[in-house]
C-alpha cells in the first residue's frame, strides 16, 4: 500500500512538470512573437502653423510723453489797483487781443492829464525863447546887443527843447502805464480757473496773477528715449524735411488721440537717466490731447521694405538665442535659428534664418521635438488690426514702452 501512494505522487509530480514546460514554451512563444512585431510609430503631434510673409513694415519708436501747452501764459496785473471788472468766463477760449479784465484807470488818466499840461507848459515857453532868440539874433547883426546875451538866449531855448522832448517821454509813459489797466489775452487759448475776483486790489508785483491761459490747439507732446536712438532720429530726420511722424496713443489702449510731426530732438542727453527728450506738435482740434496727460509718444523712421514676417508667438528663445520650430514638406518639424530684428504688436520681422513661404509653428511647440510628425489643428488667427496703421511694428526695444500685443492683420504685403 506504501508503494502505490509513492506511484501515485510521483505521477502527479510528472504532470505538474509537464503542464508547467507547456506553459513555459507558450509563453515563450508568444514573448518572442511580440519582440518580432514592428514598435507603432508617434502620432503626429497637432499644431498651429502659418507661413512666412513679406511686407512693407514701417519702423518705429515709442516713448511715454507728457502732453504740454505749445504756449502758457500767466495773465498778470502791470500796475497797482482795483480790479473793477472781470471779462472772461473760466474755461473760455479767447482770441488774441480779448479784453480779460480791467482795472481802475482814474489815478493814471490823472498822472497823463498832469503830464500833458506840463508838456504844453514847457511847448510854450519854448515857442517864447524862439521869438527872443530870433529878435537877439537882428540885434546882434545890428550890433544892438552883446554876443553874450545871444548866446545865453541859445542855450535857453535849447534848455527850453530838451525840457519839451522829456515831457513828451513823460506824457508816452503815462500812456503806457493807463494802457497797462486794461488786460487783453496775448495768446490765443484756453482759460482757466479765475484766480482773482473782482473788486480785490491787485498788485504789479502779485504772484499769483489773474488767470492761466493754455494754447491747446496745437498742442505738444514732450517724451524721452533712449539714447542709443539717437543716431537713427537725426539720420531718419535728415531725409525727412517736413519732420517725422508721430503718433499719440492712449496709454491703456490703441486709441489714437492725435496725429503730428516732431519739432525738435534736444540738444543734450540726461546723463542720469540716458535718455533724450523729443517734442512733437500735433493738431488739436477736438481737444482729445489735453495738458499734462500721459501718453504714449511713436515717431515713425522710415519702412523696412520687404521684410520677412511672422507672429511674435512663432518665436521661441532657448540657451543658444531664438529659434522657430519649421515644418517641411513632409510635416515633420525641425527647429530653425533665427534673428529678430523688430517684435511688437504680436508681428516679429526675422532678417536671418528664414525664407517667405516657409511654414513655421505658431502654436504647439512645448509637444514639439526634432524630427517629430506634425498635423495641423487649426488656421493660425490674424492678429487684430491697429486702429490707425494696419502693418506697424515698433523697435524691440527693453526702453521702448510695451504696446498691448494686438497687431496688424498678418502684415501681407501692406505698404507703409
Do not use: C
Amino acid at each position: 500500500m506504501a508503494k502505490s501512494s509513492i506511484q501515485r505522487r510521483v505521477g502527479i509530480t510528472t504532470g505538474i512538470v509537464a503542464l508547467a514546460g507547456l506553459s513555459a514554451a507558450f509563453w515563450g512563444i508568444d514573448h518572442n512573437a511580440a519582440a518580432d512585431t514592428p514598435a507603432a510609430a508617434a502620432p503626429p503631434v497637432a499644431v498651429t502653423s502659418t507661413a512666412v510673409k513679406r511686407a512693407d513694415v514701417p519702423i518705429y519708436l515709442t516713448g511715454v510723453g507728457t502732453v504740454t501747452p505749445n504756449q502758457s501764459v500767466t495773465i498778470k496785473a502791470r500796475v497797482d489797483g482795483q480790479l473793477d471788472k472781470v471779462a472772461f468766463t473760466e474755461g473760455q477760449d479767447v482770441t488774441a487781443g480779448q479784453l480779460l479784465a480791467q482795472i481802475d484807470p482814474r489815478t493814471l488818466q490823472a498822472q497823463l492829464a498832469q503830464a500833458q499840461a506840463l508838456q504844453a507848459k514847457d511847448q510854450a515857453q519854448l515857442a517864447n525863447a524862439n521869438l527872443d532868440l530870433q529878435r537877439y539874433t537882428r540885434l546882434s547883426k545890428e550890433d544892438a546887443t552883446t554876443q553874450q546875451t545871444l548866446d545865453t538866449q541859445r542855450a535857453l531855448v535849447a534848455q527850453l527843447d530838451a525840457a519839451v522832448k522829456t515831457d513828451a517821454a513823460q506824457v508816452a509813459y503815462a500812456k503806457v502805464q493807463l494802457s497797462f489797466t486794461t488786460i487783453s489775452a496775448p495768446i490765443s487759448g484756453r482759460t482757466g480757473a479765475r484766480l482773482v475776483d473782482q473788486g480785490n486790489i491787485v498788485h504789479a508785483t502779485d504772484s499769483t496773477g489773474l488767470v492761466v491761459i493754455n494754447q491747446i490747439d496745437p498742442i505738444s507732446v514732450v517724451f524721452t528715449l533712449p539714447e542709443a536712438h539717437v543716431p537713427d532720429i537725426n539720420l531718419a530726420a535728415t531725409h525727412d524735411q517736413h519732420g517725422l511722424p508721430v503718433t499719440a496713443l492712449r496709454r491703456d489702449s490703441e486709441q489714437v488721440l492725435g496725429k503730428g510731426k516732431l519739432v525738435l530732438v534736444n540738444n543734450q542727453i540726461d546723463t542720469t537717466s540716458g535718455t533724450v527728450q523729443l517734442k512733437a506738435s500735433f493738431p488739436n482740434p477736438e481737444h482729445l490731447l489735453w495738458p499734462g496727460q500721459y501718453v504714449n509718444a511713436r515717431v515713425r523712421l522710415g519702412t523696412h521694405t520687404g521684410a520677412l514676417t511672422i507672429p511674435a508667438p512663432a518665436v521661441q528663445r532657448g540657451q543658444t538665442g531664438t529659434y522657430v520650430y519649421v515644418i517641411d514638406e513632409h510635416t515633420v518639424a525641425r527647429m530653425q535659428p533665427v534673428h529678430v530684428a523688430l517684435i511688437q504688436d504680436g508681428m516679429a520681422v526675422i532678417d536671418k534664418g528664414l525664407a517667405a513661404g516657409q511654414r513655421v509653428v505658431v502654436d504647439g511647440q512645448y509637444k514639439l521635438k526634432p524630427g517629430a510628425r506634425t498635423v495641423e489643428s487649426k488656421p493660425a488667427a490674424a492678429p487684430a488690426a491697429r486702429r490707425d496703421d494696419p502693418t506697424e511694428l515698433a523697435m524691440g526695444s527693453p526702453m521702448v514702452s510695451a504696446m498691448t500685443p494686438a497687431a496688424t492683420p498678418a502684415t501681407e504685403g501692406a505698404g507703409a
